[in-house]
Protein backbone atom coordinates (compact mmCIF):
# COMPACT_ATOMS: atom_id res chain seq x y z
CA UNK A 1 0.00 0.00 0.00
CA UNK A 2 2.76 2.29 0.90
CA UNK A 3 4.96 1.67 -2.47
CA UNK A 4 1.48 2.20 -4.32
CA UNK A 5 1.00 5.54 -2.45
CA UNK A 6 4.59 6.42 -3.29
CA UNK A 7 4.49 5.90 -6.93
CA UNK A 8 1.22 8.14 -7.05
CA UNK A 9 2.86 10.68 -5.31
CA UNK A 10 5.75 10.42 -7.54
CA UNK A 11 3.82 10.64 -10.79
CA UNK A 12 1.82 13.84 -9.43
CA UNK A 13 5.05 15.47 -8.42
CA UNK A 14 6.19 14.86 -12.22
CA UNK A 15 2.93 15.99 -13.68
CA UNK A 16 3.40 19.24 -11.47
CA UNK A 17 7.09 19.64 -12.58
CA UNK A 18 6.18 19.37 -16.17
CA UNK A 19 3.54 21.78 -16.01
CA UNK A 20 5.76 24.22 -13.95
CA UNK A 21 8.19 24.04 -16.94
CA UNK A 22 5.96 24.30 -19.65
CA UNK A 23 4.00 27.15 -17.93
CA UNK A 24 7.64 28.85 -17.67
CA UNK A 25 8.38 28.38 -20.98
CA UNK A 26 5.13 30.07 -22.07
CA UNK A 27 6.09 32.63 -20.04
CA UNK A 28 9.38 33.01 -21.12
CA UNK A 29 7.64 33.21 -24.90
CA UNK A 30 5.41 35.74 -23.89
CA UNK A 31 8.14 37.64 -22.57
CA UNK A 32 10.64 37.29 -25.68
CA UNK A 33 7.12 38.92 -27.48
CA UNK A 34 6.58 41.44 -25.67
CA UNK A 35 10.14 42.41 -25.71
CA UNK A 36 10.15 42.58 -29.21
CA UNK A 37 10.53 46.45 -30.84
CA UNK A 38 7.69 47.22 -32.51
CA UNK A 39 8.28 46.69 -36.60
CA UNK A 40 9.16 49.59 -38.56
CA UNK A 41 8.39 49.59 -42.64
CA UNK A 42 12.40 50.18 -43.14
CA UNK A 43 12.86 46.65 -40.52
CA UNK A 44 10.19 44.89 -42.45
CA UNK A 45 11.78 45.69 -45.97
CA UNK A 46 15.22 44.62 -44.63
CA UNK A 47 13.37 40.91 -43.43
CA UNK A 48 12.12 40.72 -46.74
CA UNK A 49 15.69 41.36 -48.47
CA UNK A 50 17.50 38.91 -46.34
CA UNK A 51 14.88 36.18 -46.28
CA UNK A 52 12.83 36.48 -49.63
CA UNK A 53 13.14 32.94 -51.14
CA UNK A 54 12.68 34.52 -54.43
CA UNK A 55 15.70 36.74 -53.56
CA UNK A 56 17.79 33.95 -52.53
CA UNK A 57 17.17 32.42 -55.60
CA UNK A 58 18.37 35.04 -57.83
CA UNK A 59 21.31 35.54 -55.76
CA UNK A 60 22.26 31.81 -56.35
CA UNK A 61 21.60 32.14 -59.80
CA UNK A 62 23.88 35.59 -60.42
CA UNK A 63 26.92 32.75 -58.27
CA UNK A 64 26.46 30.12 -60.95
CA UNK A 65 26.90 32.99 -63.81
CA UNK A 66 29.87 34.10 -61.81
CA UNK A 67 30.99 30.30 -61.83
CA UNK A 68 30.70 29.99 -65.13
CA UNK A 69 32.38 32.68 -66.11
CA UNK A 70 35.48 31.89 -64.62
CA UNK A 71 35.39 28.68 -66.90
CA UNK A 72 34.35 31.03 -70.67
CA UNK A 73 36.92 31.41 -72.83
CA UNK A 74 39.62 28.68 -71.78
CA UNK A 75 40.70 25.84 -73.57
CA UNK A 76 39.20 22.61 -73.71
CA UNK A 77 40.24 19.47 -72.03
CA UNK A 78 43.07 17.38 -73.55
CA UNK A 79 42.29 13.96 -75.14
CA UNK A 80 43.49 10.82 -74.38
CA UNK A 81 43.96 8.82 -77.46
CA UNK A 82 44.72 5.27 -77.30
CA UNK A 83 44.36 2.24 -80.29
CA UNK A 84 46.34 -0.11 -82.45
CA UNK A 85 47.42 0.75 -85.82
CA UNK A 86 48.05 -0.90 -88.77
CA UNK A 87 46.81 -3.87 -87.63
CA UNK A 88 46.43 -6.57 -90.65
CA UNK A 89 42.78 -7.28 -91.16
CA UNK A 90 42.91 -10.19 -93.60
CA UNK A 91 44.21 -13.25 -94.64
CA UNK A 92 45.47 -16.15 -92.11
CA UNK A 93 47.14 -14.09 -89.82
CA UNK A 94 44.27 -11.57 -89.29
CA UNK A 95 44.03 -9.74 -86.48
CA UNK A 96 47.17 -11.12 -85.10
CA UNK A 97 49.02 -7.91 -83.68
CA UNK A 98 52.46 -10.24 -84.70
CA UNK A 99 51.56 -10.49 -88.32
CA UNK A 100 53.18 -6.97 -89.30
CA UNK A 101 56.13 -5.52 -87.94
CA UNK A 102 54.36 -1.85 -88.89
CA UNK A 103 51.16 -2.55 -86.61
CA UNK A 104 52.02 -0.55 -82.86
CA UNK A 105 50.23 0.33 -80.00
CA UNK A 106 49.94 4.00 -80.11
CA UNK A 107 48.97 6.47 -77.03
CA UNK A 108 48.94 9.77 -77.77
CA UNK A 109 47.46 13.01 -76.17
CA UNK A 110 45.58 15.95 -78.88
CA UNK A 111 44.52 19.44 -77.68
CA UNK A 112 42.25 21.21 -79.68
CA UNK A 113 42.85 25.00 -79.72
CA UNK A 114 39.56 27.12 -80.37
CA UNK A 115 40.26 30.66 -82.13
CA UNK A 116 41.67 33.34 -79.85
CA UNK A 117 38.93 35.38 -81.12
CA UNK A 118 36.13 32.57 -80.03
CA UNK A 119 37.23 32.47 -76.83
CA UNK A 120 37.35 36.21 -75.86
CA UNK A 121 33.84 35.77 -77.21
CA UNK A 122 33.09 33.35 -75.32
CA UNK A 123 34.14 35.64 -72.24
CA UNK A 124 32.57 38.35 -73.18
CA UNK A 125 29.19 36.84 -73.02
CA UNK A 126 30.25 35.14 -70.27
CA UNK A 127 31.22 38.47 -68.57
CA UNK A 128 27.59 39.71 -69.54
CA UNK A 129 25.90 37.25 -67.98
CA UNK A 130 27.32 38.13 -64.89
CA UNK A 131 26.14 41.41 -65.49
CA UNK A 132 22.36 40.33 -66.12
CA UNK A 133 22.36 38.28 -63.14
CA UNK A 134 23.56 40.75 -60.76
CA UNK A 135 21.09 43.24 -62.09
CA UNK A 136 18.33 40.68 -61.61
CA UNK A 137 19.41 39.89 -58.54
CA UNK A 138 19.23 43.74 -57.29
CA UNK A 139 16.07 43.78 -59.19
CA UNK A 140 14.63 41.19 -57.20
CA UNK A 141 15.46 42.92 -54.48
CA UNK A 142 13.91 45.66 -54.84
CA UNK A 143 10.89 44.05 -55.81
CA UNK A 144 10.47 42.11 -52.59
CA UNK A 145 11.52 45.42 -50.75
CA UNK A 146 8.28 46.89 -52.61
CA UNK A 147 6.06 44.07 -51.32
CA UNK A 148 7.14 44.12 -48.22
CA UNK A 149 6.67 47.47 -47.67
CA UNK A 150 2.99 48.17 -49.33
CA UNK A 151 2.39 44.52 -47.18
CA UNK A 152 3.20 46.69 -43.82
CA UNK A 153 1.14 49.66 -45.16
CA UNK A 154 -1.47 47.71 -46.00
CA UNK A 155 -1.36 46.05 -42.40
CA UNK A 156 -1.15 49.61 -40.76
CA UNK A 157 -3.63 50.97 -42.63
CA UNK A 158 -6.28 48.40 -41.65
CA UNK A 159 -5.08 49.06 -38.15
CA UNK A 160 -6.02 52.20 -38.43
CA UNK A 161 -9.14 51.76 -40.02
CA UNK A 162 -10.12 49.56 -36.98
CA UNK A 163 -9.30 52.28 -34.33
CA UNK A 164 -11.39 55.32 -36.68
CA UNK A 165 -14.15 52.91 -36.23
CA UNK A 166 -13.77 51.88 -32.54
CA UNK A 167 -13.77 55.37 -31.16
CA UNK A 168 -17.37 55.71 -32.13
CA UNK A 169 -18.10 52.99 -29.93
CA UNK A 170 -18.73 55.89 -27.47
CA UNK A 171 -21.28 57.88 -29.02
CA UNK A 172 -23.14 54.84 -29.66
CA UNK A 173 -23.38 54.21 -26.62
CA UNK A 174 -24.54 57.78 -25.62
CA UNK A 175 -26.95 57.41 -28.44
CA UNK A 176 -28.41 54.36 -27.59
CA UNK A 177 -28.79 55.55 -23.54
CA UNK A 178 -30.87 58.33 -24.97
CA UNK A 179 -32.91 57.13 -26.72
CA UNK A 180 -33.96 54.96 -24.08
CA UNK A 181 -33.81 57.61 -21.12
CA UNK A 182 -36.61 59.49 -23.85
CA UNK A 183 -38.61 55.77 -24.67
CA UNK A 184 -38.89 55.73 -21.09
CA UNK A 185 -39.62 59.25 -19.79
CA UNK A 186 -42.54 59.10 -22.47
CA UNK A 187 -40.62 61.35 -24.98
CA UNK A 188 -39.30 59.19 -27.29
CA UNK A 189 -40.11 56.52 -29.78
CA UNK A 190 -39.55 52.82 -29.95
CA UNK A 191 -38.52 53.59 -33.36
CA UNK A 192 -35.43 55.74 -32.15
CA UNK A 193 -34.21 53.16 -29.79
CA UNK A 194 -34.57 50.44 -32.18
CA UNK A 195 -32.48 52.68 -34.61
CA UNK A 196 -30.20 53.64 -32.13
CA UNK A 197 -29.61 50.14 -31.19
CA UNK A 198 -29.04 49.12 -34.91
CA UNK A 199 -26.83 51.92 -35.34
CA UNK A 200 -24.52 50.45 -33.14
CA UNK A 201 -24.91 46.70 -34.71
CA UNK A 202 -23.82 48.18 -37.57
CA UNK A 203 -20.44 49.14 -36.22
CA UNK A 204 -19.63 46.66 -34.53
CA UNK A 205 -20.39 44.60 -37.74
CA UNK A 206 -17.77 47.21 -39.20
CA UNK A 207 -15.51 46.62 -36.76
CA UNK A 208 -15.86 42.94 -37.44
CA UNK A 209 -14.62 43.37 -41.33
CA UNK A 210 -11.76 45.80 -39.86
CA UNK A 211 -10.90 42.94 -37.92
CA UNK A 212 -10.82 40.34 -40.44
CA UNK A 213 -8.85 42.47 -42.97
CA UNK A 214 -6.10 43.26 -40.34
CA UNK A 215 -6.22 39.41 -40.37
CA UNK A 216 -5.62 39.01 -43.72
CA UNK A 217 -2.94 41.98 -43.74
CA UNK A 218 -0.72 40.08 -41.01
CA UNK A 219 -0.45 36.99 -42.90
CA UNK A 220 0.33 38.82 -45.57
CA UNK A 221 2.84 40.74 -44.14
CA UNK A 222 4.27 37.44 -42.52
CA UNK A 223 5.28 36.14 -45.81
CA UNK A 224 7.98 38.71 -45.44
CA UNK A 225 8.62 38.79 -42.40
CA UNK A 226 7.49 35.48 -40.67
CA UNK A 227 6.79 35.91 -36.85
CA UNK A 228 7.61 39.52 -36.57
CA UNK A 229 4.34 40.25 -38.43
CA UNK A 230 3.13 39.00 -34.97
CA UNK A 231 4.12 41.62 -32.83
CA UNK A 232 3.25 45.51 -32.89
CA UNK A 233 3.78 47.85 -35.27
CA UNK A 234 6.46 51.08 -35.24
CA UNK A 235 5.13 54.47 -36.14
CA UNK A 236 4.50 54.91 -40.01
CA UNK A 237 7.11 56.95 -41.86
CA UNK A 238 6.64 60.30 -43.57
CA UNK A 239 5.03 59.32 -46.63
CA UNK A 240 4.39 63.22 -47.31
CA UNK A 241 8.20 63.06 -48.65
CA UNK A 242 9.70 60.74 -51.16
CA UNK A 243 13.63 59.66 -50.58
CA UNK A 244 14.25 60.46 -54.03
CA UNK A 245 12.73 63.71 -55.76
CA UNK A 246 10.58 63.30 -57.84
CA UNK A 247 11.88 64.86 -61.18
CA UNK A 248 14.91 62.29 -60.54
CA UNK A 249 12.76 59.70 -60.51
CA UNK A 250 10.91 60.68 -63.56
CA UNK A 251 14.59 61.88 -65.53
CA UNK A 252 16.80 58.69 -64.22
CA UNK A 253 14.41 55.45 -64.72
CA UNK A 254 17.77 53.38 -66.42
CA UNK A 255 18.89 53.02 -62.95
CA UNK A 256 15.40 52.07 -61.28
CA UNK A 257 14.82 48.16 -61.24
CA UNK A 258 13.28 47.04 -64.01
CA UNK A 259 15.67 48.39 -65.98
CA UNK A 260 19.03 47.59 -64.65
CA UNK A 261 19.80 44.44 -66.47
CA UNK A 262 18.96 45.95 -70.02
CA UNK A 263 22.50 47.91 -70.91
CA UNK A 264 23.88 44.21 -69.84
CA UNK A 265 21.52 42.33 -71.83
CA UNK A 266 22.81 44.89 -74.85
CA UNK A 267 26.42 44.16 -74.06
CA UNK A 268 25.88 40.32 -74.11
CA UNK A 269 23.61 40.71 -77.45
CA UNK A 270 26.94 42.50 -79.13
CA UNK A 271 29.11 40.09 -77.45
CA UNK A 272 27.23 36.93 -79.00
CA UNK A 273 27.47 39.08 -82.46
CA UNK A 274 31.53 38.55 -81.58
CA UNK A 275 31.04 35.08 -81.12
CA UNK A 276 29.45 34.43 -84.30
CA UNK A 277 31.54 36.43 -86.67
CA UNK A 278 34.60 35.06 -85.22
CA UNK A 279 33.06 31.46 -86.41
CA UNK A 280 34.75 32.64 -89.44
CA UNK A 281 37.61 31.71 -87.67
CA UNK A 282 39.71 28.18 -88.26
CA UNK A 283 39.97 26.19 -84.81
CA UNK A 284 42.88 24.14 -84.69
CA UNK A 285 44.33 21.32 -82.56
CA UNK A 286 47.67 19.62 -82.06
CA UNK A 287 48.69 16.01 -81.34
CA UNK A 288 51.22 13.97 -80.31
CA UNK A 289 51.38 9.89 -80.79
CA UNK A 290 53.73 7.51 -79.27
CA UNK A 291 53.74 4.40 -81.24
CA UNK A 292 55.33 0.57 -79.90
CA UNK A 293 56.17 -2.15 -82.39
CA UNK A 294 56.97 -5.75 -81.89
CA UNK A 295 60.53 -6.75 -83.03
CA UNK A 296 60.78 -3.05 -84.77
CA UNK A 297 61.71 0.16 -83.51
CA UNK A 298 59.13 2.61 -81.65
CA UNK A 299 57.67 5.27 -83.91
CA UNK A 300 56.02 8.71 -82.55
CA UNK A 301 54.02 11.42 -84.50
CA UNK A 302 52.94 14.71 -84.20
CA UNK A 303 49.82 15.83 -86.13
CA UNK A 304 48.64 19.51 -86.39
CA UNK A 305 44.73 19.87 -87.70
CA UNK A 306 42.58 23.14 -88.74
CA UNK A 307 39.09 23.69 -89.38
CA UNK A 308 38.27 24.82 -92.86
CA UNK A 309 34.72 27.34 -92.60
CA UNK A 310 34.88 27.23 -96.69
CA UNK A 311 31.16 27.35 -97.15
CA UNK A 312 30.08 30.24 -94.76
CA UNK A 313 27.07 31.50 -96.66
CA UNK A 314 24.57 28.84 -95.04
CA UNK A 315 26.30 28.52 -91.60
CA UNK A 316 28.27 31.36 -90.12
CA UNK A 317 26.51 33.97 -92.11
CA UNK A 318 23.08 32.64 -91.29
CA UNK A 319 24.38 32.51 -87.16
CA UNK A 320 25.61 36.44 -87.75
CA UNK A 321 22.62 37.68 -89.28
CA UNK A 322 20.54 35.57 -86.27
CA UNK A 323 22.23 37.07 -83.36
CA UNK A 324 22.33 40.85 -85.35
CA UNK A 325 18.53 40.35 -85.58
CA UNK A 326 18.43 39.06 -81.86
CA UNK A 327 20.05 42.20 -80.90
CA UNK A 328 18.43 44.83 -82.71
CA UNK A 329 15.24 43.12 -80.94
CA UNK A 330 16.73 43.63 -77.73
CA UNK A 331 17.65 47.45 -78.16
CA UNK A 332 13.50 48.05 -79.23
CA UNK A 333 12.74 45.86 -75.81
CA UNK A 334 15.18 48.49 -74.16
CA UNK A 335 13.22 51.25 -75.72
CA UNK A 336 9.66 50.01 -74.66
CA UNK A 337 11.04 48.77 -71.53
CA UNK A 338 11.87 52.38 -70.77
CA UNK A 339 9.33 53.96 -72.16
CA UNK A 340 6.98 51.72 -70.02
CA UNK A 341 8.79 52.32 -67.13
CA UNK A 342 8.50 56.07 -67.60
CA UNK A 343 4.63 56.07 -68.27
CA UNK A 344 4.75 53.88 -64.68
CA UNK A 345 6.88 56.24 -62.94
CA UNK A 346 5.01 59.22 -64.05
CA UNK A 347 1.58 57.68 -62.66
CA UNK A 348 3.18 56.26 -59.27
CA UNK A 349 3.76 59.92 -59.06
CA UNK A 350 0.12 60.95 -59.71
CA UNK A 351 -1.49 58.63 -57.14
CA UNK A 352 0.95 59.41 -54.74
CA UNK A 353 0.40 63.34 -54.86
CA UNK A 354 -3.45 63.12 -55.43
CA UNK A 355 -3.27 60.57 -52.69
CA UNK A 356 -1.32 63.26 -50.46
CA UNK A 357 -3.97 65.69 -51.10
CA UNK A 358 -7.25 63.16 -50.00
CA UNK A 359 -4.97 62.77 -47.09
CA UNK A 360 -4.59 66.10 -45.50
CA UNK A 361 -8.31 67.15 -46.58
CA UNK A 362 -9.99 64.13 -44.87
CA UNK A 363 -7.17 64.54 -42.00
CA UNK A 364 -7.80 68.99 -41.78
CA UNK A 365 -11.17 69.16 -42.92
CA UNK A 366 -13.45 66.30 -43.91
CA UNK A 367 -13.04 64.49 -40.80
CA UNK A 368 -13.33 67.43 -38.37
CA UNK A 369 -16.66 68.32 -40.12
CA UNK A 370 -17.96 64.83 -39.54
CA UNK A 371 -17.12 64.50 -36.29
CA UNK A 372 -18.53 67.62 -35.58
CA UNK A 373 -21.93 67.33 -37.53
CA UNK A 374 -22.24 63.81 -35.40
CA UNK A 375 -21.97 65.33 -32.14
CA UNK A 376 -23.65 68.50 -32.77
CA UNK A 377 -26.73 66.09 -33.72
CA UNK A 378 -26.00 64.29 -31.15
CA UNK A 379 -26.59 67.00 -28.85
CA UNK A 380 -29.96 67.95 -30.06
CA UNK A 381 -31.61 64.56 -29.74
CA UNK A 382 -30.47 64.31 -26.75
CA UNK A 383 -31.79 67.78 -26.28
CA UNK A 384 -35.33 66.94 -27.58
CA UNK A 385 -35.01 67.39 -31.53
CA UNK A 386 -35.08 64.42 -34.18
CA UNK A 387 -32.97 61.10 -34.01
CA UNK A 388 -32.29 61.14 -37.80
CA UNK A 389 -30.08 63.76 -38.42
CA UNK A 390 -27.66 62.23 -36.19
CA UNK A 391 -28.38 58.65 -37.85
CA UNK A 392 -27.77 60.77 -41.03
CA UNK A 393 -24.70 62.28 -39.57
CA UNK A 394 -22.90 59.05 -38.24
CA UNK A 395 -23.80 56.77 -41.08
CA UNK A 396 -21.49 60.02 -43.36
CA UNK A 397 -19.16 60.37 -40.40
CA UNK A 398 -18.44 56.26 -40.78
CA UNK A 399 -18.04 56.26 -44.36
CA UNK A 400 -15.76 59.14 -43.94
CA UNK A 401 -13.63 57.71 -41.83
CA UNK A 402 -13.47 54.54 -43.68
CA UNK A 403 -12.61 56.52 -46.74
CA UNK A 404 -9.57 58.00 -45.28
CA UNK A 405 -8.60 54.84 -43.89
CA UNK A 406 -8.38 53.63 -47.49
CA UNK A 407 -7.08 56.85 -48.69
CA UNK A 408 -3.80 56.03 -46.30
CA UNK A 409 -3.53 52.48 -47.39
CA UNK A 410 -3.46 54.41 -50.61
CA UNK A 411 -0.90 56.64 -49.96
CA UNK A 412 1.30 54.57 -48.49
CA UNK A 413 1.22 51.88 -51.43
CA UNK A 414 1.90 54.60 -53.70
CA UNK A 415 4.86 55.97 -51.65
CA UNK A 416 6.26 52.28 -51.16
CA UNK A 417 5.79 52.52 -55.04
CA UNK A 418 8.22 55.31 -55.91
CA UNK A 419 10.50 54.62 -52.24
CA UNK A 420 12.05 51.41 -53.73
CA UNK A 421 12.88 52.08 -57.16
CA UNK A 422 16.40 52.71 -56.74
CA UNK A 423 18.88 50.26 -55.17
CA UNK A 424 19.40 51.88 -51.40
CA UNK A 425 17.79 54.74 -51.95
CA UNK A 426 14.33 53.41 -49.92
CA UNK A 427 14.62 55.32 -46.70
CA UNK A 428 11.46 56.02 -44.06
CA UNK A 429 11.50 58.59 -41.97
CA UNK A 430 8.77 58.49 -38.99
CA UNK A 431 6.29 61.00 -38.86
CA UNK A 432 6.36 63.56 -36.31
Known amino acids: MRMHTSRRLLRASGCALLALCCDAAFAQSLHEADAMPPLSLAAAVQL ?3 QAPQVQAQILRAQA ?26 GPLAFDAAADDMTMRTLGVMQEIPARAKRRAESAVASADVRVADADAAGMRLTAERAAAQAWVALWSAQREHDLLADLRTQSGLAAAAAKARLSGGTGSATDALAARADAVELDNRIDGAEADIAMARAALAR ?69 RIGRPDMISVMVGFSLPLFPGNRQDRDISARYAERDAVLAEHEDARRAQREGVAAAL ?8 QVRRYRNELLPLAQDRSRTALAAYRGGASLQPWLDA ?20 AWAALAYLIPDSGSAQEMP
Open 224 to 292: WVGDRAEGDLAQAPDFAALPVPPAQLQGDVDRQGPLLGWSAREDRAQARIDLARAGKRPDWSVSLNYGE
Open 48 to 50: AAA
Open 394 to 413: RRDEIDARIAYAQALDAWGK
Open 65 to 90: AHDDAIRAGRLPDPKLVVGIDNLTAT
Open 350 to 357: AAWQGEDK
